[in-house]
């Protein structure tokens, strides 16, 4: 079981490396191309949301093996960083496709990425601290 438990936050992690490795693309221009930005883009938000149902799906195993852990809001602020990827993504594909909205869209696209790593280090100190509390108990 307590193996079990650190599958989501490890491919999380992972998750994260790939969404900061993009925004570090996208700040720099390193690399930049639309392929490559668009494609570690949708790794990132298809990784995390696999990760999202795959937490679910661990913490209600843990559930029924009788491991209830306190995660504060990650559950909540999970739903809201899955939100935000979706409009992120749609800004995205508008700024490629619709170039008169780039100079309006850029920030907001930019802003709204940095926020959802933001909340996934949030993320991050909920999951861990829940598993060091439920080690300690
Ligand atoms: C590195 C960052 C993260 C860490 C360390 C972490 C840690 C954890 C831990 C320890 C659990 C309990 C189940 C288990 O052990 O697998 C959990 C559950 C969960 N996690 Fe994460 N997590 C992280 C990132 C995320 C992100 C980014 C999302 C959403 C996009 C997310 C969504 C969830 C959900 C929905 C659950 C189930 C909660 C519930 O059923 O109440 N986690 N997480
Ligand atoms: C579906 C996925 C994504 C698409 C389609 C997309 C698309 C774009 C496009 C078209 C640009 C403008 C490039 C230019 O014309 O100069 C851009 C810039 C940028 N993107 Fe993305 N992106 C995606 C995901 C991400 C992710 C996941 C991040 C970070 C976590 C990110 C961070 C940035 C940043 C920081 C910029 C530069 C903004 C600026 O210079 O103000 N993007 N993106």
């Known amino acids: 079981m307590k193996i079990l438990s650190l599958f989501h936050p490890l491919f999380q992690l992972i998750a994260f490396l790939v969404g900061v490795a993009n925004a570090r693309m996208g700040l720099t221009r390193k690399g930049f191309t639309w392929r490559s930005h668009r494609n570690l883009g ?28 306190d995660l504060d809001f990650h559950l909540e602020v999970g739903f809201f960083i899955v939100l935000l990827f979706l409009l992120a993504a749609i800004l995205g594909f508008l700024i490629h496709y619709r170039p008169a909205l780039r100079r309006a869209l850029m920030p907001i696209h930019r802003y709204l990425n940095l926020a959802t790593l933001l909340l996934f280090v949030f993320q991050g100190v909920t999951g861990v601290s829940a598993l060091f509390r439920s080690l300690l108990a």
């Open 42 to 69: 949708l790794l990132y938000y298809g990784m995390s949301t696999a990760g999202l149902i795959g937490g679910l799906l661990v913490n209600d195993s843990l559930e029924e093996a009788g491991l209830k852990l």
